[in-house]
């Protein structure tokens, strides 16, 4: 595939340059070894030509965003900001040197295990952020990078937004469609936390299948097709025999169209995760949430006993941060639904559903229990649960009376004392532990024989072009401009503009909008405009220039465009 050629790395003091780590469409990405302290770090550098208001804020805001909570263990650690020589902002991060999972889950086969950690630890990531008042919007496999610790870090709050601004976002700029949730294609496109919920669910989902939830193998998978499939058809369960029907379940209740089906919160749904991870007998990941008020101390169970998941799940203070506080006034201190007030405050409305009778499934709607019990997704604490609530996951006896004798094989009474003596637990833990090892090895010898070519499956085709540039890109069609409002002297005004995609787009390519020909003194309304997502797009319209036209052109991120498509105010074309 053609790539736009890296722009030049800008000579920092107090860093010397090694190498080009990556590219994107607004920035590229270096690295460099810092002199004093002595260490390697990662420097994201806006390109010089995409230098515009909106993008510059958009890049402040994700250095106030990382900045506040890069002390969080699974978020990118961001170690300063400032403006090079040349005038282009750039960001000093952590470098994480290990292969991202946008990387591994195409090329290698991901545990269940390793899926699972990824899951519950970022979903503490992202419940921070909730709780600071952020949406990140673009959770995506390639957004989750891996630390030299080896542990998963997620990065690029670049289209970040306070909470309470998503429920009408003014465009869909940068958003991943494969892993983008239904609400995002509606029009106008909505946002809340239940919106990362679904993208972190497809985020999981991706790792297990080593494909995109809905890309099909051997079908035509272009970013119109994703979005049909997201909106419409149903999430396909998961075909490894090691995927236990729980977890097929948890994700199908966090993937749900409608966001009042999925969990309330990003914390639920790490809290379901755990679940699953206590069904498979493997360790509790431990998830952490740092919050902007004191963490009440988790309720304890029957007995004197902490809740098994509350005591793996650790609350910590973090100040509340408006992503663009650095142009627009000081941080918010957000009572929309990403603050933490909303967070914990009682459930209600559609999103959380009646207070239903103890043991019901407030998801059987979305996704039917699981038969022999409750589901993984189906414990109090899964679906509303705050950092206090409890997570009964088994029943636990209560202890005996001193006078009581041998009234079941779990206890007996102690000769000659009276008293019930109790038989620990642990051996049968062990035992239930080996025959868990010993049929999983078994099965997985079972399915290799008998389905010899399962794990040599033909890779799954990837959802980009691999003819790439310029030559596969169509331009759009059906190019209309349709005058909303008239500038009042030097006033700009509003134009539709509107157009059909072409059929070929993917989920890489963007419509790029650009007025032209504008004489001196009009170059703030030369920089381009950028859709990916709807066919048409309200702009400004330069004032006093009954005959501009406009160049509406598709592009990708590897710097391949179209011819351009220009209609003028005039009518010409």
Request: hydrophobic share 40%.
């Amino acid at each position: 595939m053609s790539t736009r050629p890296p722009s030049p790395h800008p000579e920092l003091p107090g860093y010397q340059y090694e190498k080009l780590l990556g590219s994107g469409g607004f920035a590229d990405v270096f690295l460099y070894r810092q002199f004093r302290p002595q260490r390697r770090v990662a420097i994201k550098v806006l390109l010089a030509n995409v230098l515009d208001d909106s993008v510059r804020r958009q890049f402040d805001g994700e250095a106030n965003v990382m900045a506040t909570m890069s002390t969080h263990p699974s978020i990118v650690t961001i170690h300063t900001a400032d403006v090079s020589a040349d005038h282009r902002p750039y960001l000093v991060m952590e470098y994480c040197p290990r292969p991202n999972y946008g990387v591994r889950f195409r090329k290698e086969r991901i545990t269940v295990a390793e899926a699972l950690r990824v899951g519950v630890q970022i979903a503490g990531a992202v419940e921070t952020a909730h709780r600071a008042g952020i949406l990140h919007r673009d959770i995506k496999p390639a957004n989750i990078l891996v630390t030299e610790y080896n542990r998963p870090a997620l990065t690029d709050f670049g289209i970040s937004i306070v909470a309470d601004s998503g429920e009408d976002l003014e465009d869909s700029q940068g958003m991943s469609i494969p892993w983008s949730p239904p609400e995002f294609f509606a029009d106008p496109p909505r946002a809340d936390q239940r919106s990362d919920v679904f993208s972190l669910s497809a985020t999981v989902y991706s790792l297990l299948a080593g494909r995109t939830p809905f890309e099909l193998p051997g079908r035509r998978n272009t970013a119109s097709d994703l979005i049909h499939r997201i909106s419409s058809e149903p999430l396909a369960p998961l075909l490894r025999p090691d995927v236990p029907e729980a977890l097929d379940r948890v994700l199908s209740i966090a993937m749900a169209k409608d966001p009042a089906g999925r969990y309330d919160s990003a914390l639920a749904f790490g809290r379901a995760l755990q679940q699953v991870e206590m069904q498979l007998s493997l360790p509790i990941t431990q998830m952490d949430v740092l919050d902007d008020r004191g963490a009440p101390a988790p309720a304890a169970g029957p007995g004197g006993e902490d809740d098994e998941l509350d005591a793996h799940t650790r609350i910590r203070k973090v100040a509340t941060v408006d992503p663009e506080a650095a142009v627009t006034g000081p941080p918010a201190q957000s009572a929309g639904p990403g603050s933490a007030g909303a967070m914990t405050s009682p459930p209600s409305g559609p999103a959380a559903g009646a207070m239903a009778p103890a043991g019901s499934d407030r998801y059987a709607a979305i996704a039917p229990p699981l038969a022999g019990g409750a589901s993984a997704s189906s414990a109090p604490a899964a679906g509303t649960g705050g950092e206090g609530d409890a997570t009964m996951l088994r029943p636990v006896a209560p202890p005996p009376s001193p006078d009581a004798g041998p009234a079941s094989p779990s206890g007996s009474a102690a000769e000659g004392s009276g008293s019930a003596r109790r038989v620990p637990a642990w051996p049968f833990v062990a035992l239930a532990g080996v025959l868990v090892l010993v049929l999983g090895i078994g099965a997985t010898i079972a399915v290799r024989t008998a389905f010899p070519s399962a794990e040599e499956a033909p890779p799954t085709a990837e959802i980009q072009d691999p003819a790439g540039g310029a030559s596969r890109l169509s331009p759009p069609t059906g190019v209309t401009l349709q005058i909303i409002a008239e500038g009042q002297g030097p006033e700009p005004g509003k134009v539709k503009v509107s157009w059909t995609m072409p059929a070929d787009m993917t989920e890489d390519d963007y419509i790029q909008l650009t007025w032209v020909e504008l004489p001196d003194g009009y170059g703030r309304y030369s920089a381009p405009v950028y859709e990916r997502v709807h066919q048409s797009r309200v702009i400004a319209l330069p004032p006093n220039q009954p005959g501009a036209c406009l160049a509406v052109r598709t592009i990708n991120d590897s710097g391949g465009a179209s011819a351009p498509e220009t209609v003028c105010l005039s009518g010409e074309t």
